[in-house]
């Protein structure tokens, strides 16, 4: 909201000596964000007068329309004085700006006179953008009758200079979109007098017995009050007085037409919104109502738009000519040659038009106030100040209205008096908060009980709770006078133990060489479609309210997040990236057969908590990996290595190695998507599978433009942790010699090295100290349809060095419960 300094001083009895910067300090101590205090034409200095063209000699010789001007600037101009111009939107007798050589316009622009298309030019006739009065360029600006004489001073008509504060209102604070409200502000932070300029006799008004519209409302849950006045013989050629359109111009609105110019300014001036329309284009009565089946209405922009069930409509006879609150429709809007005007003044529902607005992307300076609720007693008064101003500068006659509906009963509250000073630990005393109460307009008066009944006035709907009132009170006493106390949290217990452990999985890969990633949780359609899961593993939650309609969904996999950013990178000459991420994913769960709504008038109960929180997705922590591209660089050392399969089951086997937990890996039998068949490992912990590593599908590979073998894995870091031990023990270091030893089995194909892994452990005992698979075999010596497995064997005792025989027989007993379990046998050297 812009309000120019001089339109607050008609209503706020401001100190002559005030700085605009002061008073803006003043309206941030009670709660107003006041972002920059700007200048109207700010750069503009020198002679800018009023001119009056003369006469006008087209110069056709030239490509583009060039006219020399004579232009009588009055005696302190120094008279007649040509003048080049290019612009041809203005005539003989016309009022026009003009700055003079010596003038300096925004951007340094110095005024000079100059030859220019043969002929001197003495000074320069503007337009508003290039006196810094607006962005927009229409063309030269031409000054309505009657504003002044040749040679007075237009940079004071027009504003040039004057102090506009730019105030972003906040969301509760509908009332401030107005010059009455932020006034009110402004004459309660300064403690000096303040003048309503709502405060208009309503009598005669409208004219009894006069013509006047027809009115009904079939929606009174939407539209509490809707008034409608009639107002003929308006002159449709008459402009803007120059003030009312320096006004606007501070107020970062441009000029129209008088009657829109009208409504617009009545509408900063006092927060309700106006529209006019054509009363010769109404054909029938008004009425607000819901759309019917198949609707649509053209608004003011051009637009035609599908009305939804959920509108608020204001239609007449035929049909719908307006959307309540956001645009009126565009066959009743106001022409230049219309002499009769209906009036409409309303009080619309904040919750309707702000749904219609998002609705129909609607935004608009009448929406942006009913959303934050408008004064409901204001139609009438809103009504009468735009009628008199219309009527004022463009003739007519004001006739008969229309009113349906009432204004809506103030809100009360009852409080405690002590409550603010106990709210806010400060010495605020009754009176004194009585006192900041009937500031803002409230009637305070005292219950049998000693509670306050505070009664909110008409413009301040927000006041409904005990809190509100509360607030009110201590930002008129002062925010910066609370003390600063802080609080005394209890002591600290540390990270728990599942905070610990996540650490140290992402700690145990950085130090494997990758890195981590943060990536958002929102996937698309696409992303899933591109890793190749379908079915139930596609089932995603779906967002509401998405930041992007491309990510509309949470992410039910790390990978989507993982692989976009290994393809960003390696797009961007990377030659290989080992990444991971550690992050919740949302799974959803079945849909509920009734969703709970608990109320606000009272805390939800335990059971309604629980629903709710039933409604919410399991969100376990996940790790994932990629690898992908140039794993080990070429060099003097050797040719390098790229990603494979067994690179992702090595980074899952350091976060178990990290968490110490036993993994299990065992090939896929069936196809999991994003894996390549054959070449993806199950990983198991306890026979329970927490996830999967190897190599992507090529599909997937090709989908996402990544180099061949790339590799990934994810798994349930919560799963992974639960296995985890409750206590850590520093690992004994053994001052007795390892026994070595190395066994060859040959088994059937199809038996995984996992099984016989198992059973190898199983069989050798407690003396086993670590096994590694260390070889793969088929070929000569090994029967077809085999393979043969090779495992390190390392046998050490904590308290002695181990015997020849003992470390045989454990060796025998790894092979013999191999033999058992997978049908393996010893390999013959």
Known sequence: MRAPVSWLREHAALPDDLAPRDLAAALVE?????????????????????????????????????????????????????????????????????????????????????????????????????????????????????????????????????????????????????????????????????????????????????????????????????????????????????????????????????????????????????????????????????????????????????????????????????????????????????????????????????????????????????????????????????AELLVAAGGGHIEGGTSVGSALPLPVVLIEPDLPARIAGAPIGTAEARGHLMAVGCTVTEESDGRWRVTAPSWRPDLRDPADVVEEVVRLYGYEKLPATLPSPPAGRGLTSEQRWRRAASRALAGAGFTEVLSYPFVGEGEVDALGITGERARAVKLANPLSDEQSRLRTTLLAGLLTVARRNLGRGAEGVSLYETGVVFLPGEPPAEVIRPGVSRPPQAAEIAALAALLPDQPHHVAAVIAGQVEAPGWWGAGRKAAWHDAVASAQVVAAALRVQLEVAAVEAERAPWHPGRCAELRVASTVVGYAGELHPRVVEALGLPPRSAAMECDLDALIAAAPAVVSAPAVSTFPVAKEDIALVVAEEVSAADVQRAVVAGAGELLESVRLFDEYRGAQVPEGSKSLAFALRFRAANRTLSDDEVAAARDAAVARAGADTGASLRAS
């Open 30 to 386: 009670v709660g107003m964000e006041v972002e920059t205090v700007d200048v109207v034409g700010e750069g503009v200095t020198g002679p800018v007068l009023v001119g009056r063209v003369a006469a006008i000699t087209e110069l056709t010789e030239f490509r583009k329309p060039i006219r020399f001007c004579q232009v009588d600037v009055g005696a302190a101009g120094g008279g007649v004085r040509g003048i080049v111009c290019g612009a041809t939107n203005f005539a003989v007798g016309d009022l026009v700006p003009v700055a003079l050589p010596g003038a300096v316009l925004p951007g340094d622009f110095v005024i000079a006179a100059r030859t220019t298309y043969g002929h001197v030019s003495d000074g320069m006739i503007c337009s508003a953008s290039e006196l810094g009065l607006g962005d927009e360029y229409d063309g030269i600006m031409v000054l309505p009758p009657g504003s002044g004489a040749p040679g007075d001073d237009a940079a004071s008509l027009l504003g040039i200079g004057e102090a506009v504060l730019d105030i972003a209102v906040t969301p509760d604070r509908g009332y401030c979109l107005s010059i009455r409200g932020l006034a009110r502000e402004a004459a309660t932070a300064l403690g000096v007098d303040f003048r309503d300029p709502a405060d208009i006799d309503l009598a005669g008004y409208p004219v009894a017995g006069a013509p006047a519209p027809r009115v009904s409302v079939e929606v009174p849950e939407a539209c509490s009050q809707f008034t409608a006045v009639l107002i003929t013989g308006v002159d449709p050629n008459v402009p803007s007085p120059a003030w009312l359109q320096s006004r606007l111009v501070a107020a970062g609105m441009r000029s129209i037409s008088l009657a829109v110019d009208v409504t617009n300014y009545v509408m900063l001036e006092l927060g309700q919104p106006l529209h006019a329309f054509d009363a010769d284009s109404v054909v029938g009565g008004i009425t607000v109502r819901r759309p019917r089946l198949g609707e649509t209405l053209v608004t003011l922009d051009h637009v035609e738009r599908t009305l939804d069930p959920g509108d608020v409509l204001i239609a007449d006879d035929r049909g719908p000519i307006g959307l309540a609150g956001a645009m009126g429709g565009l066959e009743s809007e106001i022409s230049e040659a219309t002499t009769s005007i209906i009036l409409e003044a309303a009080h619309f529902a904040p919750e309707d038009v702000a749904r219609m607005a998002r609705r129909h992307k609607l935004p608009s300076e009448a929406s942006r106030r009913f959303e934050r609720v408008v004064d409901p007693a204001l139609p009438w008064v809103a009504s009468r100040r735009a």
